[in-house]
């Protein structure tokens, strides 16, 4: 089993669609978690990271961990094909003084106008 | 545009061939990651760098290399090159060591092997 799973879609929507991403983890060690977005042809960037459990928001983004189901979330409301891309999830490996992250598959996104 | 540079942007070369990869990090960054990023693997982490030593280390294989410059730059060095090496390679950044940091991610490098 890998350490963190995520569907790799792909997932095709309707612009102003409510869009959910989702990923989960093996470890219960793992408390942080985070949400890159990578277009087409280049590098990922952060889109989001979350700490314990909980939600957080940030403009139509909204990141949910549920640590007791092993579950993370990325929601995002009024989808824009500009939001076309993959998503991928992400978490800390090993100790915090480390910069190890491990990645899940991505999932890959179209939002169609 | 994320301040991280890589070089060359594709490689094309042949098995058993070595090459290296060239990334500059952002200006103040003293960590520096390296990622493979392949269609079966996904992205996964390689080895990190900080302040010109050795941090942390995935699953890289003994065929590849790394190292970071005084000046912080750093180069991937890929030796005996197989079909299955053919991937996309980041180069990340970052200001500090820990893993809470934001890691800023280069344009990448593709390489294919034939």
């Known amino acids: 089993q890998k350490e963190v799973e995520q569907d790799p879609g792909p997932l095709s929507v309707p612009e102003g669609a409510i869009v959910s991403l989702n990923c989960t983890y093996s470890n219960s060690a793992f408390q942080y978690f985070m949400w890159y977005r990578q277009y087409s042809r280049k590098g990922p960037e952060l889109l989001m990271y979350t700490y314990s459990s909980g939600n957080k928001e940030d403009g139509r983004f909204t990141a949910q961990v549920d640590k007791s189901s092993k579950y993370i979330s990325l929601f995002i409301r009024d989808s824009q094909p500009s939001d076309s891309a993959t998503y991928l999830c992400a978490t800390p490996l090993g100790s915090s003084n480390t910069g190890k992250l491990i990645f899940g598959q991505g999932t890959t996104l179209q939002v169609k106008p | 545009d994320s301040g991280v540079t890589q070089t060359p942007k594709h490689l094309i070369t042949a098995t058993g061939q070595r090459v290296t990869l060239r990334c500059s990090p952002r200006?103040?960054?003293?960590?520096v990651y390296w990622y493979q990023q392949s269609l079966d693997q996904g992205l996964q982490f390689l080895i990190q760098?900080?302040?010109?030593?050795?941090?942390a280390k995935g699953n890289i294989l003994e065929r590849f290399s790394a190292q970071q410059f005084p000046d912080l730059h750093s180069e991937l060095n890929l030796s005996s090159l197989e079909l299955g090496d053919s991937a996309l390679y980041f180069c990340?950044?970052?200001?500090?060591?820990?893993?809470?940091?934001?890691?800023?991610f280069g344009p990448g490098t593709r390489l294919t092997v034939l």
């Open positions: 760098y900080y302040n010109g030593e050795e941090r």
């Open positions: 200006s103040g960054d003293l960590s």
């Open positions: 990340a950044s970052s200001p500090g060591i820990a893993s809470y940091n934001e890691q800023f």
